[in-house]
């Protein structure tokens, strides 16, 4: 038992060094009541986020869109070391009785991974959340809070901490996301 609890760490541990690992199993956050997924799609940008060793980039936004089959296109980018690069996923609501607990996958071999609405407006900002149980031991989460622009004011970013706070979720490692000079031609 020892040896293969030392063999998960080996290999888990390297794969999660750039998130936030916590003892215990995941929180259980609110979620948006009465989530409407129409009035969420479209153009998302990245304001701060606890760190992802998958976004390394600046100028990170995520567009949504519907597609006829009630999945969801989901399209992210960021310029890294002065390139565009862009990756394509697909998202799902993973129990129609409470659509803002979305799944998304960017690989057809990986499960969909959770991607909870706690707060939205849908108009101006919304809060993120998604947590992975590793074998119930710890968990490795990511938070976001999302703006309709590329910067949002102070007291709504302070008021997202807040409300991630209050659903225990850590976000004293959460950090600005590089939103300047993004709308220059590469």
């Known amino acids: ?12 541990v390297p ?11 995941c929180p259980e956050p609110a979620v948006q009541p009465g989530f409407n997924l129409k009035q969420f799609m479209g153009r998302w940008f990245e304001i701060a986020k606890l760190p992802a060793q998958f976004e390394k980039g600046r100028c990170i936004e995520t567009n949504f869109t519907l597609r006829t089959d009630n999945s969801i296109r989901v399209v992210s980018s960021e310029i890294l070391k ?7 996923g697909t ?3 993973e ?26 407006d849908y108009v101006n900002s919304a809060l993120v959340y998604s947590c992975t149980d590793v074998l119930r031991l ?6 976001w809070i999302l703006g309709r622009t590329r910067t949002l004011p102070d007291s709504t970013i302070e008021k997202a901490k807040e409300t991630f706070a209050n659903n225990n979720i850590d976000v004293s490692r959460m950090i600005a996301s590089r939103q300047q000079g993004c709308d220059k031609t590469l």
């Not at 038992?1 to 888990?12: E, N, R």
């Not at 002065?82 to 394509?88: Q, T, Y």
């Open 15 to 25: 794969l999660i060094r750039a998130q936030v690992p916590h003892w215990g199993p």
């Open 91 to 93: 998202g799902v609501i």
């Open 95 to 120: 129990d129609m009785k409470n659509p803002a607990k979305l799944g998304i996958s960017y690989s057809y071999v990986l499960p969909y991974s959770p991607y909870w609405i706690l707060s939205t």
């Open 138 to 143: 710890f968990h490795v989460d990511f938070a």
């Open 82 to 88: 002065g390139e565009l690069r862009k990756i394509e």
């Open 1 to 12: 038992m020892k040896l293969s609890l030392a063999l998960v760490f080996a290999f888990v």
